[in-house]
């Protein structure tokens, strides 16, 4: 079945493009879901399910047949959009060579059809003045979806008005992550979700890595033998995690942006300004700042924490962290400390000038550094996308009859390794560690 592109009406030479062949790049489950209609369309489940090149290949379509669209692809950190939203539109057009219809803007992440002037915008929501911006939308696609807060879906869905010439639409893509998230309660488990199911304005479709009709073996076989309960039933299953013996739990969200602390606590009040910093390649680095109001001596009185993410990101070299660590700011003044496990990567960050320095780490100390850290009153930001997740899916291990162990999972922790490495470290074990490298503190 031959469908053409039209613009204002009139067909184009030569826009053509084939249906039929089309789908033949599109899993087989997927298909009724790329003519979907409905107001939320939630394609959720496990890892490697096709879900989100999915839809990438929707709006890709919507972009040829219909005119006048402004679509946006979007995460809640606009860094890490290119990545994937954007690099997954990008690739789809080139797999069904229509890259050439289309102007994109490369540093914008902006992609305009040539032949009917729909749109694609590809972003993200880490500043909530963003969202004021979007203007005259026809369409959102929320990639990892449980990034976004709740609030955040709210807005989004207020922003899709209007009389439009082609039907409005929110597509949700996400891995079950938690049977807590706001998202289940908002559209599986809540009454308007029951409501808007049987009205046709929300439909959900779950699928697996079996619902992928081009999933290569290795990957395959990788989820097919994950050992870790959890991890098998969101990313082989595809089923709502059931998060057992959580170490740490929920931050307090503090509902504003970083530059707003001021508000909440008084510049005057706040103490020492320190960074965690857990090196990674394969799995991501992750680099932490903290704050601190109250005191920050024994018995600690008054004292509360403030965590901020700065970096969270795989594939990062020694000198790429550097360079990212001087983009993002990390003020250089400040004691960074370091995962104690690799030493040549702290001597090359106190080369490049920053005050790194070995955390605490000594027999025992990952347990005793987890009850200290337990017992702090710490706030983040919603901004703080990937340590908020590790915090509410951090737990202890179990042995083989199923009795839980002192022992953490040794697996998405990044972020959480950072915040013991500062806070057990500054908070605990001062003097051990300006022992290998004494600098003032600075407040900033």
Same mark, same amino acid.
């Given at each position: 079945?031959?469908?053409?592109?039209?613009?204002?009406?009139?067909?184009?030479?030569g826009?053509?493009i084939?249906l039929?062949?089309?789908?033949?790049?599109v899993?087989?489950?997927?298909?009724?879901?790329?003519?979907?209609?409905?107001?939320?369309?939630?394609?959720?489940?496990?890892?490697?399910?096709?879900?989100?090149?999915?839809?990438?290949?929707?709006?890709?379509?919507?972009?040829?047949?219909?005119?006048?669209?402004?679509?946006y692809?979007?995460?809640?950190?606009?860094?890490?959009v290119?990545?994937?939203?954007?690099?997954?539109?990008?690739?789809?057009?080139?797999?069904?060579?229509?890259?050439k219809?289309?102007?994109?803007?490369?540093?914008?992440?902006?992609?305009?059809?040539?032949?009917?002037?729909?749109m694609?915008?590809?972003?993200?929501?880490?500043?909530?003045?963003?969202?004021?911006?979007i203007?005259?939308?026809?369409?959102?696609?929320?990639?990892?979806?449980?990034?976004?807060?709740?609030?955040?879906?709210?807005?989004?869905?207020?922003?899709?008005?209007?009389?439009?010439?082609?039907?409005?639409?929110?597509?949700l893509?996400?891995?079950?992550?938690?049977?807590?998230?706001?998202?289940?309660?908002?559209?599986?488990?809540?009454?308007?979700?029951?409501?808007?199911?049987?009205?046709?304005?929300?439909?959900?479709?779950?699928?697996?890595?079996?619902?992928?009709?081009?999933?290569?073996?290795?990957?395959?076989r990788?989820?097919?033998?994950?050992?870790?309960?959890?991890?098998?039933?969101?990313?082989? *299953?595809?089923?709502?995690?059931? !998060?057992? /013996? &959580?170490?740490? %739990?929920?931050? =307090?969200?503090i @509902?504003?942006?970083?530059?707003?602390?001021?508000?909440?606590?008084?510049?005057?009040?706040?103490?020492?300004?320190?960074?965690?910093?857990?090196?990674?390649y394969?799995?991501?680095?992750?680099?932490?700042?903290?704050?601190?109001s109250?005191?920050t001596?024994?018995?600690?009185?008054?004292?509360?924490?403030?965590?901020?993410?700065?970096?969270?990101?795989?594939?990062?070299?020694?000198?790429? *962290?550097?360079?990212?660590?001087? !983009?993002d /700011? &990390?003020?250089? %003044?400040?004691? =960074?400390?370091? @995962?104690?496990?690799?030493?040549?990567q702290?001597?090359?960050?106190?080369?490049?000038?920053?005050?790194?320095?070995?955390?605490?780490?000594?027999?025992?100390?990952?347990?005793?550094?987890?009850?200290?850290?337990?017992?702090?009153?710490i706030?983040?930001?919603?901004?703080?996308?990937?340590?908020?997740?590790?915090?509410?899916?951090?737990?202890?291990?179990?042995?083989?009859?199923?009795?839980v *162990?002192?022992?953490?999972?040794?697996?998405? /922790?990044?972020?959480?390794?950072?915040?013991?490495?500062?806070?057990?470290?500054?908070?605990?074990h001062?003097?051990?560690?300006?022992?290998?490298?004494?600098?003032?503190?600075?407040?900033?």
């Amino acid at each position: 079945m031959a469908v053409p592109i039209v613009v204002e009406g009139v067909l184009m030479a030569g826009a053509k493009i084939n249906l039929e062949n089309f789908l033949s790049l599109v899993s087989t489950a997927y298909h009724p879901y790329l003519f979907e209609r409905a107001r939320y369309l939630l394609l959720w489940g496990g890892a490697g399910s096709a879900k989100s090149y999915t839809a990438a290949q929707k709006f890709v379509l919507r972009v040829i047949l219909e005119p006048g669209h402004r679509l946006y692809a979007l995460r809640k950190i606009e860094r890490s959009v290119r990545l994937s939203c954007f690099s997954l539109i990008c690739g789809c057009l080139k797999q069904y060579d229509l890259y050439k219809y289309f102007i994109v803007n490369q540093k914008e992440m902006r992609l305009i059809n040539k032949l009917n002037g729909s749109m694609i915008q590809c972003g993200g929501l880490d500043d909530p003045e963003k969202i004021k911006s979007i203007y005259d939308p026809t369409g959102f696609w929320l990639e990892e979806a449980t990034e976004f807060s709740s609030a955040d879906i709210r807005q989004i869905n207020l922003r899709l008005r209007g009389n439009l010439p082609n039907y409005k639409q929110i597509i949700l893509t996400f891995n079950p992550i938690s049977q807590l998230h706001h998202i289940r309660k908002r559209f599986f488990s809540s009454s308007r979700s029951a409501r808007e199911r049987a009205s046709g304005r929300l439909i959900t479709f779950q699928s697996t890595y079996k619902d992928n009709d081009f999933i290569d073996e290795d990957y395959k076989r990788e989820l097919e033998e994950e050992t870790d309960s959890t991890a098998y039933m969101v990313y082989t *299953l595809g089923e709502w995690g059931v !998060l057992e /013996n &959580v170490i740490y %739990g929920p931050v =307090i969200l503090i @509902d504003d942006e970083p530059h707003k602390l001021d508000i909440l606590c008084p510049r005057s009040r706040l103490k020492d300004k320190i960074y965690g910093v857990d090196f990674g390649y394969a799995n991501p680095s992750a680099v932490m700042e903290y704050k601190f109001s109250g005191s920050t001596n024994p018995p600690f009185e008054d004292l509360k924490v403030y965590e901020r993410e700065i970096i969270y990101e795989k594939g990062l070299t020694t000198d790429q *962290l550097i360079t990212r660590m001087n !983009l993002d /700011n &990390v003020d250089k %003044g400040c004691p =960074i400390y370091c @995962d104690a496990a690799d030493p040549a990567q702290i001597e090359a960050l106190y080369v490049a000038g920053f005050n790194a320095r070995k955390a605490y780490k000594a027999q025992g100390s990952v347990e005793a550094t987890i009850k200290f850290v337990k017992g702090l009153e710490i706030y983040g930001y919603p901004t703080n996308v990937n340590s908020n997740q590790e915090a509410e899916t951090y737990r202890r291990q179990k042995d083989r009859d199923g009795n839980v *162990l002192e022992a953490p999972v040794d697996a998405d /922790n990044h972020a959480m390794s950072a915040r013991g490495y500062a806070l057990f470290s500054h908070l605990n074990h001062r003097d051990w560690c300006e022992a290998f490298d004494p600098r003032s503190i600075c407040v900033g």
